[in-house]
């Protein structure tokens, strides 16, 4: 943990990035080769701009990165535990919601502009994984769709342990009515990591489809997001 205890510090040289070559620093990498050639602590470098005395940001996004466990567990963290750490704050705590907010509604945006069917869209698949990934407790939410397949709006409706979530289909079924939905799609996380679809995922999947047919409301997909990872019962011919 890096509360209260001082960061180790490095040879002058190392501690200045301008000393470094220029496709190593983080910022001219990126414009050289592209986001995706960062690394974790190179990204986050970017974000924080600046170190602290004694330890330069790239070495300070290493220690972060290494305090709270990963990238995810930084965004999701609670505002009290993000700005307890050497280096960050209220300011850096806000900007990171700030963007995090942003690449929430940038992707929804293309999901709502998106052409093709949303069973396969790719574009879905981002804008549910940016929803989900980093929640720690299970959640299950619906995209309610009109007759076009086009979104009309985005819920979490239930939350649960890490273990399940208890999930209702009278809420669902009211909820689709009151958007004048034609179609869903299901989704939820698994905190765990594992993209596969359980015995209860099964059984709720089915009783939703059972439900919500009472009300001609389709249900097109059920997705499961489980970190970057996606899991799909239309892929895996799980709806009737």
């Not at 414009?31 to 004694?54: C, M, N, P, Q």
């Not at 790239?58 to 990963?70: E, I, N």
Request: charged share 20%; hydrophobic share 45%.
């Amino acid at each position: 943990m890096l509360k209260g205890t001082a960061l180790k510090k490095l040879p002058l040289k190392s501690s200045v990035l301008k000393d470094w070559p220029e496709l190593e620093r983080p910022r001219e990498k990126l414009v050289h080769l592209g986001s995706a050639s960062l690394s974790d602590a190179e990204l986050l470098a970017i974000f924080l701009r600046t170190g602290v005395k004694g330890c330069h940001v790239v070495d300070l996004a290493r220690q972060l990165l290494t305090s709270f466990g990963s990238l995810g567990a930084i965004f999701s963290a609670s505002q009290e535990d993000f700005c307890s750490r050497h280096g960050l704050g209220t300011a850096k705590y806000v900007q990171l919601q700030a963007c995090l907010e942003m690449s929430k509604r940038y992707l929804a945006e293309k999901m709502k502009q998106s052409d093709c069917a949303l069973t396969s869209s790719q574009a879905t698949r981002n804008y549910l994984i940016s929803e989900l990934r980093f929640e720690s407790r299970e959640i299950f939410a619906v995209l309610f769709l009109d007759n076009q397949h086009q979104v009309l709006t985005f819920e979490r409706l239930f939350f649960g342990t890490l273990d399940a979530a208890a999930v209702y289909p009278r809420v669902i079924v009211e909820q689709a009515l009151k958007h004048h939905a034609a179609a869903v799609i299901l989704t939820h996380n698994h905190p765990s990591g594992v993209a596969e679809a359980s015995l209860a995922d099964k059984q709720i999947t089915n009783k939703l489809i059972q439900a919500l047919q009472l009300i001609d409301v389709r249900v097109l997909d059920h997705i499961i997001v489980a970190g970057n990872q996606c899991y799909s019962f239309a892929e895996h011919d799980e709806i009737p």
